[in-house]
């Protein structure tokens, strides 16, 4: 990007660069200011880390090592931080490419963190993300590179589940970053050809809320509107062909499933190869969902083992019921992991957190005392501390631990090191090019 953006240059006062930023004190920052930074280091989040007058700046579209004219998205007076945009390029870094996407950019669609950077490049960030979370929440110094996915070659038309956003206008689109306003979109380049091939994104979804778009692995793709999630949803196949496991699972078209093709399979994969299960073992598959590892290890542990799977949400249970009845050693419980355990649940804050009822706190009794294995999958916010207190007196020979961010996975690695694991191993997965997120897989024995 070449020349000055917009509002450059409409206050008073200057920081050092020509562009003025108003009299105020030194440092501080408005929405619309433009700065001159030097880029910093890769950030969790998608952004990176830059300073201005000793204020930190969250800088979006940009890469470690560029000099750029950032704009300010987000400030607020006396916070130590903001959040800009990359709008100018003033040093590029070798690693940047022209995005291939007309929508990835400032103010444009918000799903994307990546577009700029080439695609080896973007998993070296992702793994420098990983490394230094470990060594700030865990302490510990981690050597873990990020894997590309099988199947996946330019980092595009991978992603087989889609939600739409749809505007005031009835238009399908995809949102801003950190903001409900809709953009109107014709194409999504990471999506999946049978996600765009339903045309979801020229119709008219006028009253709905959101349209959901599902392309399986087998069968047709599923076009779901989403005006209040008061409907019969329908129910899709997903079929697993990884080398130590093969199977085939019914999974609502609106429930949760990995949505790189390839990321199921190669996770069951990793896990079990970490776990190395035995016959007449006993496993626990917590956070289970539809039954994936669940179903993987029940045939791996054989008749004479057994395998418990926990899960919450009703329509992955009810899923799960038709996907794990052919192993009759595997018993699954509908319940919070929390609860199951017998813990707290983690305090709510913001709006509706007050007057919370007092739970009573029991262990649910189907739930095993000990264990051989556990695989942990849980959602972004991580396991916590109690359900990984009550993990560890189960007294596992091995746990494998599936994370989609890496800051909850080091959190809650470090409260295993305290009660008495170690970290054997750590993989990382590349399953959302052009985004930031990774998945990891870290192992944990006695």
């Given at each position: 990007?070449?020349?000055?953006?917009?509002?450059?240059?409409?206050?008073?006062?200057?920081?050092?660069?020509?562009?003025?930023?108003?009299?105020?004190?030194?440092?501080?920052?408005?929405?619309?200011?433009?700065?001159?930074?030097?880029?910093?280091?890769?950030?969790?989040?998608?952004?990176?880390?830059?300073?201005?007058?000793?204020?930190?700046?969250?800088?979006?579209?940009?890469?470690?090592?560029?000099?750029?004219?950032?704009?300010?998205?987000?400030?607020?007076?006396?916070?130590?931080?903001?959040?800009?945009?990359?709008?100018?390029?003033?040093?590029?870094?070798?690693?940047?490419?022209?995005?291939?996407?007309?929508?990835?950019?400032?103010?444009?669609?918000?799903?994307?963190?990546?577009?700029?950077?080439?695609?080896?490049?973007?998993r070296e960030l992702k793994a420098a993300v990983v490394r230094e979370q470990f060594s700030r929440l865990a302490h510990l110094e981690v050597a873990v590179a990020v894997e590309p996915v099988p199947g996946d070659h330019d980092g595009l038309g991978w992603r087989t589940r889609v939600e739409f956003a749809v505007d005031e206008a009835g238009r399908a689109g995809l949102r801003q970053h950190r903001s409900h306003d809709v953009v109107p979109v014709d194409t999504c380049l990471i999506a999946d050809e049978r996600v765009l091939a339903t045309g979801v994104l020229h119709g008219h979804w006028d009253g709905e809320q959101a349209v959901d778009v599902v392309a399986p692995s087998t069968g047709e793709a599923v076009v779901v509107p989403?005006?209040?999630?008061?409907?019969?949803?329908?129910?899709?196949?997903?079929?697993?062909?990884?080398?130590?496991?093969?199977?085939?699972?019914?999974?609502?078209?609106?429930?949760?499933?990995?949505?790189?093709?390839?990321?199921?399979?190669?996770?069951?994969?990793?896990?079990?190869?970490?776990?190395?299960?035995?016959?007449?073992?006993?496993?626990?598959?917590?956070?289970?969902?539809?039954?994936?590892?669940?179903?993987?290890?029940?045939?791996?542990?054989?008749?004479?083992?057994?395998?418990?799977?926990?899960?919450?949400?009703?329509?992955?249970?009810?899923?799960?019921?038709?996907?794990?009845?052919?192993?009759?050693?595997?018993?699954?419980?509908?319940?919070?992991?929390?609860?199951?355990?017998?813990?707290?649940?983690?305090?709510?804050?913001?709006?509706?957190?007050?007057?919370?009822?007092?739970?009573?706190?029991?262990?649910?009794?189907?739930?095993?005392?000990?264990?051989?294995?556990?695989?942990?999958?849980?959602?972004?916010?991580?396991?916590?501390?109690?359900?990984?207190?009550?993990?560890?007196?189960?007294?596992?020979?091995?746990?494998?631990?599936?994370?989609?961010?890496?800051?909850?996975?080091?959190?809650?690695?470090?409260?295993?090191?305290?009660?008495?694991?170690?970290?054997?191993?750590?993989?990382?997965?590349?399953?959302?090019?052009?985004?930031?997120?990774?998945?990891?897989?870290?192992?944990?024995?006695?």
């Amino acid at each position: 990007m070449t020349g000055s953006p917009p509002g450059a240059g409409s206050h008073r006062g200057t920081d050092g660069t020509g562009d003025r930023v108003g009299e105020r004190s030194v440092g501080e920052l408005s929405v619309g200011d433009v700065v001159e930074v030097e880029v910093g280091p890769v950030a969790h989040g998608g952004f990176c880390i830059a300073r201005y007058e000793g204020r930190v700046v969250f800088l979006r579209h940009a890469l470690p090592g560029e000099r750029v004219r950032a704009r300010v998205t987000e400030a607020k007076p006396g916070q130590r931080f903001v959040r800009a945009d990359a709008v100018e390029v003033v040093e590029a870094s070798e690693h940047r490419v022209t995005a291939p996407c007309p929508y990835a950019g400032p103010g444009l669609c918000g799903g994307c963190d990546f577009q700029h950077v080439e695609v080896g490049h973007q998993r070296e960030l992702k793994a420098a993300v990983v490394r230094e979370q470990f060594s700030r929440l865990a302490h510990l110094e981690v050597a873990v590179a990020v894997e590309p996915v099988p199947g996946d070659h330019d980092g595009l038309g991978w992603r087989t589940r889609v939600e739409f956003a749809v505007d005031e206008a009835g238009r399908a689109g995809l949102r801003q970053h950190r903001s409900h306003d809709v953009v109107p979109v014709d194409t999504c380049l990471i999506a999946d050809e049978r996600v765009l091939a339903t045309g979801v994104l020229h119709g008219h979804w006028d009253g709905e809320q959101a349209v959901d778009v599902v392309a399986p692995s087998t069968g047709e793709a599923v076009v779901v509107p989403v005006p209040s999630g008061e409907q019969d949803v329908p129910t899709v196949v997903e079929h697993v062909a990884a080398q130590r496991f093969a199977g085939d699972f019914q999974v609502s078209a609106r429930g949760f499933w990995q949505v790189h093709p390839g990321a199921a399979a190669t996770f069951v994969d990793t896990v079990l190869e970490v776990l190395a299960p035995r016959e007449g073992e006993t496993a626990l598959d917590l956070y289970s969902g539809v039954g994936l590892f669940a179903a993987a290890l029940a045939e791996a542990v054989g008749p004479g083992g057994k395998v418990v799977a926990v899960e919450s949400d009703a329509d992955a249970v009810a899923s799960a019921a038709a996907n794990l009845a052919a192993y009759p050693s595997v018993l699954a419980l509908r319940a919070r992991v929390d609860d199951a355990f017998g813990v707290a649940r983690p305090k709510r804050s913001g709006p509706g957190s007050r007057g919370q009822r007092s739970r009573k706190l029991r262990r649910h009794p189907l739930l095993p005392l000990r264990a051989d294995l556990v695989v942990l999958d849980p959602p972004r916010t991580g396991a916590g501390k109690d359900v990984v207190a009550q993990v560890a007196a189960l007294e596992p020979r091995a746990i494998a631990y599936v994370a989609c961010d890496p800051a909850a996975l080091a959190r809650d690695a470090a409260w295993l090191l305290e009660a008495g694991y170690r970290l054997e191993g750590l993989h990382a997965f590349d399953a959302f090019p052009m985004t930031h997120h990774v998945e990891c897989v870290a192992v944990f024995g006695r």
